[in-house]
């Protein structure tokens, strides 16, 4: 039955009815272009390692990330972002390992610029998969508290990025949250020669619960123990003080600027690109994943549409480019035409 009486002038129903409309309406787009596959690096040869919180993630030896690699520029994602998987012996207290030039993330950079020149290799700057307490920084052993320095980890992080840099990285991130950080590391590699290395700030970094699983594929977990990162990284309750980080690494000179997790913190994403217009990137961290992969495995959700759905959000709320665990499967959903 028709109704009578007042029509809506509005209809906002009109330009959804059909696919072409929609398709012209469209705002955001995902294309590979704006992926980052992070990957978990392991010393020795042709292993890998199932991460039990992550399903689908393994961490791979350096021969078998070639194949990872070949991939993913197969598929046209434009860079990886390495985490090691450092040996417990490798540990300690101070983090040497951290700048050992042929540690396992220097070996790696020059095995993948070696065979992929192309393809963009960014390496994490933070000292927590090398210190025996798990913290990003160093601590003062005589402190109770532990109690993170800052300007001595500056030091470390420096040579670290540096180490990193001389094997060809091409971005180096800072994802430790200590001040000055991003000062520190560009004054050291411009002294280095390095003038084009860029560098990534994890400017808004936020110490999250969203990072467990990350934290147990990486194996520092366990040597963090009941500690917790609340002197270095932000208050999930900030907004503004996110704003004041980001401003704080445009002016130290950084190139890439990431909030950290995503999903949860979609307005801090819009909020940076809008108020800040800089290169803007988010990190659909490791719980973020886990949550997704679980629930689809109950049956409780469609997991490639999510997936597609959540990084989508990330271009709508401003996002330049997205780190996610998804990379892979969505740059092969792309592919094949979604
Ligand atoms: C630490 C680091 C963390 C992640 C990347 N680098 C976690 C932490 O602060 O402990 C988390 C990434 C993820 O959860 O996927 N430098």
């Known amino acids: 039955m028709r109704p009578t009486g ?3 002038q509005i209809r906002m129903r009109r330009m959804r009815r059909d696919d072409f409309s929609r398709r012209l309406m469209r705002e955001a787009m995902l294309s590979a272009d704006d992926l980052i596959y992070p990957v978990f690096v392991l010393d020795g040869d042709s292993r890998s390692e199932a991460v039990a919180s992550m399903p689908g993630v393994e961490r791979v030896t350096i021969d078998r990330l070639l194949h990872v690699a070949e991939e993913a520029v197969a598929l046209g994602i434009p860079a990886l972002a390495l985490f090691p998987v450092v040996e417990a012996a490798k540990k300690s207290a101070a983090a040497e390992e951290a700048w050992n030039p042929d540690g396992l993330v220097p070996r790696t950079v020059r095995a993948l610029k070696a065979r992929f020149p192309e393809l963009g290799v960014i390496t994490d700057v933070a000292l927590d998969p090398y210190t025996s307490h798990g913290q990003d920084g160093l601590i003062d052993p005589a402190d109770p508290r532990g109690y ?35 000062a520190r590391i560009r004054a ?19 110490a999250s619960s969203f990072y467990g699983p990350f934290r147990d594929a990486v194996g520092s977990a366990g040597n963090l123990g ?7 990284q932000m208050d999930p309750a900030n907004s503004d003080e996110a704003i004041r980080e ?44 886990a949550m997704l992969q679980a629930a689809a495995a109950n049956g409780w959700l469609d997991l490639e549409a999510c997936m597609m759905e959540s990084l989508l959000a990330f271009k709508r709320a401003g996002a330049d480019g997205i780190l996610s665990y998804f990379a892979l499967a969505a740059a092969r959903r792309l592919q094949r035409g979604a």
Request: aromatic share 10%; proline share 5%.
């Open 6 to 8: 007042a029509f809506p």
């Open 148 to 182: 993170v320095l800052n300007d001595e980890t500056l030091e470390a992080l420096a040579r670290q990025a540096r180490s990193h840099a001389e094997a060809g990285a091409d971005v180096v991130a800072p994802s430790d949250m200590m001040d000055g950080r991003v």
């Open 188 to 206: 050291e590699l411009d002294a280095g020669g390095h003038i084009h290395t860029r560098i990534l700030a994890y400017s808004a970094k936020y």
């Open 226 to 232: 009941k500690g917790n990162k609340y002197t270095y």
């Open 246 to 289: 980001v401003a704080l690494d445009i002016a130290e000179g950084a190139d890439m600027f990431m909030v950290k997790p995503g999903m949860p913190y979609l307005d801090i994403v819009r909020r940076v690109k809008s108020e800040l217009q800089v290169p803007t990137y988010v990190y659909q961290v490791s719980g973020e994943y």
